[in-house]
């Protein structure tokens, strides 16, 4: 009970800062920073809801992501529907991409699935290119209207997604959903032999995972106002998944940790002009090689445990 305090104390706290943080600084760059780390802090709890609980990795998230990002793109500018349709269409169209892609590649053992998933943002990413027509080949599609047109009032509003989706999936992680994705993560073939349909369970996580991040991918259109072919690429997922790593997986709120002070970590960098990448990478890899179950959750749990413990 006192820990589950400690949590919304926290929660609370994390909200706070994060609302308070642009005011105090009154910088429009520093609000454009936030607002783009908070997008991949929803993308990055959506991997982290499928792969890191069932432990299936996802290379492939990028396909959820740019699918969201392109429907939002061709309702808004080619049909004309308004920005406000273009999150919950991108979120179904997301949701069809993750459940036909689950049935065949969730089936495969190994890290063929890692690498089917994968290999199927590549080609929507290449079918972006060839017809250009219709999608505007490497530039993309321009002219995508912008949901709120204060950036303040963008900022809040992804942020309220943010909050609210993380306590949703915080939610399903601790319900008896969350502990057989667990169970499926350390031994699936016990859970099959237990008549657990661990198919259907991986494929409804893909899809809540893949239906989050493409509305994500449809938010980032319309701040963003543009959405190109590179979403599709796996320097995309690559991107999401080490924010998870380093936040720390299965723990939901890790990631949000990982991808704000990555996004953060960029910009700060970025005064360093080529060594800016180097620096970035060696940081990286001493938190990976040092902390190899993340930097956010486990020091939240470590806190966590000794507070509580000191408090009974």
Known sequence: ???????????????????????????????????????????????????????????????????????????????????????????????????????????????????????SAVIMQRLMLIFWEYTGGEEGINGVEPLIDSQLGFYYFALAVLVGVTAVLIALARSNWGLILRAIRGDEATCQAAGLNVTYYKIASLVISGAIAGGGGAMYAHYQLQVSPALFEVVTSITVITMVYVGGMASIYGPVGGAILLVLLTELLRDFGEWRLMIYSVVLILILFFLPQ???????????????????
């Open 294 to 312: 993340g930097f956010i959750a486990p020091l939240w749990e470590r806190f966590r445990a000794r507070f509580g413990r000191s408090s009974t």
């Open 1 to 119: 009970m006192f820990t589950k305090k400690i949590d919304l104390a926290g929660a609370a706290l994390f909200i706070a800062v994060m609302a308070v943080l642009p005011v105090i600084v009154g910088n429009a760059y520093l609000t454009g920073v936030l607002t783009v780390a908070v997008i991949y802090a929803i993308w990055a709890v959506s991997w982290d809801f499928m792969s890191g609980l069932t432990g299936r990795e996802n290379f492939g998230h990028s396909l959820f992501i740019g699918a969201g990002a392109y429907t939002a793109g061709f309702l808004n500018t080619v049909w004309g529907f308004d920005g406000w349709w273009s999150i919950p269409a991108a979120m179904v169209v997301a949701s069809l991409f993750a459940l036909v892609m689950g049935f065949p590649t969730l089936r495969l053992k190994g890290p063929y699935f890692a690498l089917a998933m994968l290999s």
